[in-house]
């Protein structure tokens, strides 16, 4: 069963304003990745956070992670239409090969 | 480079028809994965290879057999489909885990399967 919760399920802002969506988990994890999907797409890797990180920077992409409060947060900065998409983190455990999967935020920027 | 390519893109099939889908990845990566996803869920997990001749479950297994024969080929097969089995299914590859841990996973996409 999914052990990912994304928070929130879908967001709709205007163009140029800044995107934050939130992950928590239950299990224990090792790191934390965050995936974009546009629509009738594959999902695309963005940026993979260890546990010994709080903070990681990628353009206009800022990733937060909590490990004591088993959370972990995305900004996406200046938003741009481009950035529509739906939004996945997946759990990266220290057990095995399956990554826990979030169930997405969907971001509408609205031009 | 084409990643990752899954066939076919679309299918509709009838409830008991069989079908096999095809992923093939041209990055030499030693694990690959098949997914399903569902309207308002994540990704979950059918099967899972690490290697060529390997094969492993997942947390949604039944109903679907695996074959990885090929280090870039990785074969999802139906036996006998029921409409439960309606879905996007997603391949995925990525390097072992050992080669800087916890590599990103380059994911196909999709093949669209309706089962009536």
């Known amino acids: 069963s999914q052990q990912g919760e994304e928070d929130p399920q879908a967001l709709s802002i205007q163009e140029g304003e800044n995107a934050t969506m939130n992950c928590s988990y239950k299990t224990s994890i090792n790191n934390l990745q965050w995936y974009r999907q546009n629509s009738g797409r594959g999902l695309v890797h963005l940026i993979l956070?260890?546990?010994n990180e709080r903070e990681k920077h990628s353009g206009r992409l800022r990733v937060t992670l909590d490990t004591s409060k088993k959370s972990s947060s995305l900004l996406i900065t200046a938003s741009r239409a481009a950035d529509t998409a739906s939004y996945f983190c997946?759990?990266?455990?220290?057990?095995?090969?399956?990554?826990?999967w979030g169930a997405g935020t969907k971001l509408i920027i609205k031009p | 480079n084409a990643g990752v390519t899954q066939t076919p893109k679309f299918r509709v099939l009838k409830t008991g028809q069989s079908m096999t889908l095809l992923c093939a990845q041209d990055?030499?990566?030693?694990?690959m994965y098949w997914y399903r996803q569902d309207p308002g869920m994540g990704l979950r997990l059918i099967h899972y290879s690490v290697g060529e001749g390997t094969t492993a479950k997942g947390e949604v297994p039944d109903g679907y057999n695996v074959s990885r024969l090929k280090k870039q080929n990785f074969l999802l097969g139906l036996e006998s489909a029921a409409p439960s089995q309606t879905s996007v299914y997603f391949c995925?590859?990525?390097?072992?885990?050992?080669?800087?841990?916890?590599?990103?996973?380059?994911f196909g996409d999709g093949t669209r399967l309706s089962i009536l």
């Open positions: 956070i260890r546990s």
């Open positions: 997946a759990g990266v455990p220290d057990s095995n090969y399956q990554l826990i």
């Open positions: 995925a590859s990525s390097y072992r885990r050992g080669q800087g841990s916890n590599q990103p996973q380059h």
């Open positions: 990055m030499n990566h030693e694990y």
